[in-house]
């Protein structure tokens, strides 16, 4: 049965993130312009034209952190995750103004993901996806398994942050499909920490939306990707024993598939897995002629689907294996038709070029002639 006073604490908690994050973008949008934290567009991979103040992230940070020593439960384990919070809107902020090598950024994850796993916060066992109740303990495994787990949702919600609204969407609806599983399963305190995130992303929405006004920037996405990970270990991982591991796989699906699929293409072409390039998921929806608005669009619904489906997976036994199956296998076909799309894109490229070089010999050989 759901709790009145969970739901009650939650809109609270919602509605003070959201007023102090949409009051405050304004004030770090400033402050952004001051310390030239802007965005330049300099390559093929941004998609805007103009250059636009980054930080915004510290505003839905803001937002969430006052919120949450308001209304939510500050216990041990979760001081240290507001810590680690602290931490990667430190590196953040300075990555923001100043851009750090890839490396640097790294450990600076890896730093933050250790503040609270030395602290407890750790997956210590997973349970078996297809429900016949056996658990696989991690032993040590745990330990170096959750810091994988943390960077890597971290650095996934940072690389889906290359349209108008996209990864502060796909959060809101990671955020809130947690904030629904944990209502169903009676957990307060995940629900009102999860209320707090939304509020918070929703605060900064209006001023990220297409054309935005400013970015969350490195600030804004890898503080998402952190909490959403911690949070996840803290409830997803931990708080009901019907829940398995692939549930959080499943919220996040978007931004780890997208991920997943960007390393791999970039170690099958001899590049590094940190070497940015423009063939995410988002990219490839304006390749096949979507605009900004119509992409994120459909990311956001494909997130919803994908969140629904955790919902059911999550709650319900009896169709758990047909969800999971459906929900990967929809993952794997979108991430084989875009790579499908981009090899086709290279080989259009390459023809195109084979044919401007067949065009210009004939007319170099008259201008030397």
């Known amino acids: 049965m759901i709790d009145n006073s969970v739901l009650i604490t ?41 250059p636009i103040p980054r930080l915004g992230g510290l505003a839905i940070f803001l937002g969430f952190l006052i919120s949450i020593l308001l209304f939510g439960r500050i ?26 090598k ?23 066992r997973l349970m078996n996806p297809f429900g016949d109740g056996k658990y696989f303990e991690l032993g040590l495994l745990a330990v170096p398994l959750t810091v994988i787990w ?6 996934a919600v940072n690389m889906i942050d290359g349209l108008d609204g996209l990864a502060v969407g796909v959060s809101t609806i990671a955020t809130v499909t947690v904030f629904t599983i944990a209502v169903l ?20 929405m209006p001023y990220n939306m297409n054309p935005a006004k400013i970015f969350m920037g490195d600030t804004g996405s ?26 959080p796989f499943i919220i996040l699906g978007l931004p780890i598939f997208d991920t997943a699929f960007a390393i791999i293409r970039r170690l099958l072409k001899g590049q590094s897995p940190m070497h940015a390039d ?31 489906s955790a919902v059911v997976l999550a709650t319900s036994g009896e169709v758990k294996i047909i969800i999971l199956a459906v929900a990967i296998l929809a993952s794997v076909l979108i991430g084989l038709s875009v790579t499908g799309h981009d090899q086709k894109m290279e080989k259009e490229h390459q023809e195109e070029k084979q044919d401007e070089g067949t065009e210009e010999a004939p007319g170099s050989e008259e201008k030397h002639g």
Request: aromatic share 10%; glycine share 8%; with cysteine.
């Open 102 to 124: 890839p490396l640097v950024k790294f450990a600076g994850q890896i730093v933050a993901a250790l503040i609270p796993v030395l602290s407890g916060v750790v997956v210590q």
């Open 150 to 155: 943390i960077v890597g949702v971290t650095n």
């Open 222 to 247: 890898m503080f998402l990707g952190y909490l959403l990970a911690t949070i996840s270990i803290q409830g997803l991982f931990k708080f009901y024993v019907g829940i398995s591991f692939a549930v």
């Open 75 to 100: 216990d041990p384990q979760m001081k240290s995750i507001l810590l680690g919070a602290v931490f990667i809107v430190m590196l953040g902020v300075v990555d923001d103004i100043h851009p750090l």
């Open 278 to 308: 423009r063939g995410h998921v988002h990219h490839r929806l304006i390749d096949m002629g979507f605009d900004q608005k119509q992409s994120v669009a459909i990311l956001y619904m494909l997130s919803v689907v994908l969140g629904l």
């Open 185 to 204: 399963v009676s957990e307060s305190y995940i629900a009102v920490t999860m209320a707090a995130l939304a509020g918070a992303c929703m605060g900064f």
């Open 10 to 50: 939650s809109f609270f908690a919602f509605s003070v993130a959201l007023a102090i994050s949409f009051a405050m973008t304004p004030i770090v949008k400033l402050f952004a312009k001051k310390v030239g934290a802007i965005d330049v567009p300099k390559d093929a991979r941004r998609m805007h034209k103009v």
